[in-house]
């Protein structure tokens, strides 16, 4: 494995469909009007260009993320906070059993360029990445426009709490975010407040629910709450989570409302562990050893319970913690 530190080349459309090619290290991508195609010394994967984008869009997004970004079973990267491997076939048994799994590692903000300026030329007018499929326009064909300000949202992260002073505000249909399709019957009322005397303006409430509702984006969770390292993020879910995280961490998942689907299977191999189907109300901690992709047939409101303690990835991976939380 080297480190590679060269800037992101991208070349003049490769091709008379209009999209660029790119490549870093000995990576290159290529798009055409339905398929991403990876290209890396030896082989190449394939994946549809509109998986690819929404599965990209997540990983430019969310910073590399925590642990592992697979965007189907054979591709993805690895976040080492700093810098980050990129791979074909490492987490894939048969991969690796036949020795055919390809890694790289990358100053995370060389990779970072690259992927925003792919992100960027791949998308066309109309398709925003973030949106359910239903909410979306298509992203298949020739190069037609572009949609940069979808790409560019900033994840909403609280620094204590949403609509403390000085820290994110409330969702309204004023500042452009109505109440979701799916989400009518979800109570926008305030909570009222009655602190003690002499605790006034040191107790906060906000309806999250009612935040939530408002969110335009699916599966992108956003800070609601942080206290030092133990993050509340909300999210709402339809259709499908488009990676599958691979943890390096314990996280908890506290389903709000409706119901959401889990794949859980071996972090390393993917071999299935388990199937886990959330209900409102229901809770649940993934381990540190495993992958996880959502499926939510309605959207649904979900919290992601993040510890954000930068040496938890070692003290999991030496074994020093198990990894799950809690023992019965
Ligand atoms: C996760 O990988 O844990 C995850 C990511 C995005 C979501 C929900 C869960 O919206
Ligand atoms: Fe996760």
Redesign the pocket.
Known sequence: MSTVQAAPKSSQPSNNLGYQTFSIGQFKFQRDEYFAHILYPGNRHIMKVDSFLRALM?DVGWGF?YGTVNFDNVFGTVNHYGTVEMFVGLFNEAYRKTNRHYVETFQSADLRKTFEAMLDDWTNQGFDPYAAPDETGTVFGVKHGSNTKALKRERMVAKRMVGLPGDLGYRTDENGYPVNRQFTDVPQDKPEIHAEPGFEGQVHAFNMLGYVSRSDVT???SVVSCVKDSQFCA?T?EEA?P?T?GNDRV?W?IQATDEIIWDVDDGKTGRPRAKVTMKAGDVAA?PADIR?K?YSPKRSI?I?WENNDDRLPQMYAKGELPPYPVEF
């Open positions: 997540r993320f599966w992108n969770p999210t879910e989570l990676i995280h996280e998942f993934m996880h959502g979900l992601v």
